[in-house]
């Protein structure tokens, strides 16, 4: 997408943002992902993704991985207002910006994995196209950038006291992700080789590949019970009884719907932030 065929909220958005950002432009290696857990919803969001043939919101989907506040007067529909001037207050769903993540510390797993073990990587394209903003969009950030002055990656390098999973710059892709047009590759978990969602994700237009994998045993858990509680090491001792914990462990307590899918998500965050994962 060039920025002839951009729509014009989204030139919008970016002509506003790039009137507060600063810096160098952004390395054309660098990469904006999309991290998400690729075993939720029904149906799965694989499938899903592959009657859209894109990438959607939380506006246009009604489901994510974190607050589900995507809706008019809703907090994200609040952020985005101020962060974009407005240029999305009206607009339809299927037209505002998908989430992600610019990949700056070239994480196997994808820039932001607290959002799921499955990322798809964009194409270089995309980051012409996005804005971003450290910290997430949450938080009230003050620091924006563009592909064309980003300092964003020094001032989260610099922010020594953010946790591991929230050290990531935040990124908000603007126009439509095509499957088969502006996706590089769907990278998973390999705890998913030999199951339904690799089925799935070779019947999307991409590429699939693989990254290391998190692992993470239920007494090395343990260890952090402060990190987000121990009631949720308790419920990691439930659902994985053999000790270990793996996405694929986690996606398939979610959908018994015996637990609650906030207490599940705290799981995942251990295993994100504490289990092991390097490239293939």
């Not at 978990?189 to 019947?203: K, M, N, Q, S």
């Not at 998190?214 to 090395?220: A, I, N, Q, S, Y």
Request: aromatic share 8%.
């Amino acid at each position: 997408m060039t920025d002839a065929t951009l729509p014009e909220r989204a030139r919008r958005a970016l002509d506003h943002v790039a009137a507060r950002s600063s810096g160098p432009p952004v390395d054309p290696e660098l990469r904006v992902t999309l991290n998400f857990h690729p075993d939720r919803d029904d149906p799965p969001i694989l499938a899903a993704l592959a009657t859209a043939g894109r990438y959607r919101s939380q506006f246009a989907t009604g489901t994510g991985n974190g607050g589900l506040t995507a809706r008019p007067g809703g907090d994200r529909w609040r952020w985005e207002s101020r962060i974009f001037g407005g240029a999305y207050d009206d607009a339809d769903p299927e037209d505002r910006p998908v989430y992600g993540a610019l990949n700056f510390r070239h994480n196997p797993a994808g820039a932001a994995p607290r959002f799921g073990s499955a990322h798809f990587v964009l194409a270089a394209e995309a980051v012409g196209r996005a804005t971003f903003c450290y910290p997430d969009s949450h938080l009230d950030p003050e620091d924006f950038g563009v592909a064309g002055a980003l300092d964003l990656i020094a001032t989260a390098l610099a922010d020594t006291e953010a946790d591991a999973l929230d050290d990531y710059i935040e990124a908000q892709v603007h126009g439509p992700v095509g499957l088969a047009t502006d996706i590089e590759a769907l990278v998973l978990d390999p705890c998913y080789r030999g199951t339904p969602v690799e089925e799935l994700a070779h019947a999307l237009p991409c590429p699939v590949r693989w990254h290391g994998g998190f692992r993470l045993t239920v007494d090395e858990m343990a260890r952090h019970p402060d990190y987000r509680g121990p009631e949720f090491v308790l419920l990691a001792r439930e659902i994985a009884p053999d000790g270990l914990l793996t996405p694929r462990v986690i996606g398939e307590a979610a959908r018994t719907g015996k637990y609650d899918p906030q207490a599940l998500k705290r799981v995942w965050h251990y295993v994100a932030r504490f289990g092991a994962y390097q490239a293939l």
